[in-house]
């Protein structure tokens, strides 16, 4: 059974950072691609990071392209989400997820597992 777990969430200030992980159990990490998403509250849910299979590809929200980063760790089986200038606009539950495909996309559709969120909270 696939397992993701979530952590790093909290209260920032406009403009400070913060570092999301996700920890993976009954998958190794090098066997799907794996996202971040995010859903503010009354809205829907969007697509932010994603890193494909092999971990050479990585794919970006315009709105997260040069501020977030997404990384993994193939020895400890977690990836992350480095988040630098967030802005309030960006509070949100964040969601890890996987996919058995090897493109790292922005489609919700093609991501199989998914963590419970962790919430981040942005204040101005």
């Known amino acids: 059974q696939v397992r993701l777990v979530e952590s790093g969430g909290g209260l920032v200030q406009a403009g400070g950072s913060l570092r999301l992980a996700c920890e993976v159990s009954?998958?190794?990490?090098?066997?799907?691609?794996w996202a971040w998403f995010r859903q503010a509250p009354g809205k829907e849910r969007e697509f932010v990071a994603a890193?494909?299979?092999?971990?050479?590809?990585?794919n970006y929200a315009d709105s997260v392209k040069g501020r977030f980063a997404i990384s993994r760790d193939n020895t400890g089986n977690q990836f992350y989400l480095q988040m630098n200038g967030l802005q309030p606009e960006e509070t949100a539950w964040y969601f890890c997820?996987?996919?058995?495909?090897?493109?790292?996309?922005?489609?919700?559709?093609?991501?199989?597992?998914w963590g419970q969120g962790t919430q981040v909270t942005v204040s101005s």
């Open positions: 997820a996987g996919s058995p495909r090897d493109m790292a996309t922005n489609t919700g559709i093609d991501y199989s597992y």
């Open positions: 009954g998958r190794t990490i090098t066997s799907n691609a």
């Open positions: 890193i494909s299979r092999a971990g050479a590809m990585t």
